[in-house]
C-alpha cells in the first residue's frame, strides 16, 4: 500500500508584503513549512525516501523526519517548556535523517502536520521577546521567541535547498 500513495498537494500561501512582526514571522516560518510540502507532492512513499543525490543520504522523508522533531525542540521543548522524546531520534544521532528504509511516509508526513499545529499553539500567547532557557548542552544559551522564529525560517530556508536537488534528481520538477 506504501507504494501506491502518493504525497498530497498543498496550497501555498505568500506572505503579505506589509505587516506586523510577528504575523510576518509566521507566515514567512508557513511559507516554508508548505516549500517543504510542495517538494514532497505527488511522490510515492519510495521515492521520498529516495537518496536522489549521491554521496548525500539525504531523503525528502528524512528532511520531514528532521523538521519535525526540529519544530518539537524549538517551539514545544524549549518555547513551552515540554519534557518530550525525539519520535524519529531519541538519542540524536541521526536516525531522523537516515532511518527512512522502513517508515511510513504518509504517517511521518501527518505527524509532520500535527507537530506544526502543536508548535503554533505552544507559542500562540507567548511575546517575541519572551525569554525562554536553553534546553541543550549550553544552559547559558538563552533567547527570545523571536530568535526560534528566525531560526526556524533559517532552518527551512536551508533545508528546502536540499529538498530543491532532491526534488530535481528524483524526476526533473523544479521550482519555488
Same mark, same amino acid.
Given at each position: 500500500?506504501?507504494?501506491?500513495?502518493?504525497?498530497?498537494?498543498?496550497?501555498?500561501?505568500?506572505?503579505?508584503?506589509? $505587516?506586523?512582526?510577528?504575523?510576518?514571522?509566521?507566515?514567512?516560518? =508557513?511559507?516554508?513549512?508548505?516549500?517543504?510540502?510542495?517538494?514532497?507532492?505527488?511522490?510515492?512513499?519510495?521515492?521520498?525516501?529516495?537518496?536522489?543525490?549521491? !554521496?548525500?543520504?539525504?531523503?525528502?522523508? $528524512?528532511?520531514?523526519?528532521?523538521?519535525?522533531?526540529?519544530?518539537?525542540?524549538?517551539?514545544?521543548? /524549549?518555547?513551552? $517548556?515540554?519534557?518530550?522524546?525525539?519520535?524519529?531520534? !531519541? =538519542?540524536?544521532?541521526?536516525?531522523?535523517?537516515?532511518?527512512?528504509?522502513?517508515?511510513? *511516509?504518509?504517517?511521518?508526513?501527518?505527524?509532520? $502536520?500535527?507537530? +506544526?499545529?502543536?508548535?503554533?499553539?505552544?507559542?500562540?500567547?507567548?511575546? @517575541? =521577546?519572551?525569554?525562554?532557557?536553553?534546553?541543550?548542552?549550553?544552559?547559558?544559551?538563552?533567547?527570545?521567541?523571536?530568535?526560534?522564529? @528566525? /531560526?526556524?525560517?533559517?532552518?527551512?530556508?536551508?533545508?528546502?535547498? /536540499? *529538498? =530543491?536537488?532532491?526534488?530535481?534528481?528524483?524526476?526533473? +520538477?523544479?521550482?519555488?
Amino acid at each position: 500500500m506504501d507504494n501506491e500513495w502518493t504525497a498530497p498537494n498543498v496550497k501555498r500561501v505568500e506572505p503579505d508584503r506589509i $505587516g506586523g512582526e510577528r504575523a510576518a514571522l509566521e507566515q514567512f516560518l =508557513d511559507y516554508h513549512r508548505m516549500t517543504l510540502l510542495m517538494k514532497c507532492a505527488g511522490l510515492t512513499a519510495p521515492q521520498l525516501k529516495e537518496q536522489a543525490v549521491p !554521496p548525500s543520504t539525504l531523503s525528502l522523508l $528524512g528532511l520531514v523526519r528532521h523538521v519535525t522533531e526540529v519544530e518539537r525542540w524549538w517551539f514545544r521543548m /524549549h518555547a513551552n $517548556g515540554e519534557t518530550l522524546d525525539f519520535p524519529y531520534d !531519541p =538519542d540524536q544521532n541521526g536516525a531522523d535523517f537516515l532511518a527512512t528504509a522502513s517508515a511510513d *511516509a504518509k504517517s511521518n508526513l501527518e505527524a509532520y $502536520g500535527r507537530e +506544526i499545529e502543536a508548535a503554533r499553539e505552544a507559542v500562540a500567547d507567548k511575546p @517575541l =521577546d519572551m525569554v525562554v532557557p536553553s534546553r541543550g548542552d549550553h544552559p547559558e544559551r538563552t533567547r527570545d521567541i523571536r530568535w526560534i522564529y @528566525l /531560526h526556524m525560517i533559517e532552518e527551512y530556508a536551508r533545508h528546502n535547498g /536540499h *529538498a =530543491d536537488l532532491l526534488r530535481e534528481a528524483l524526476d526533473g +520538477i523544479t521550482g519555488e
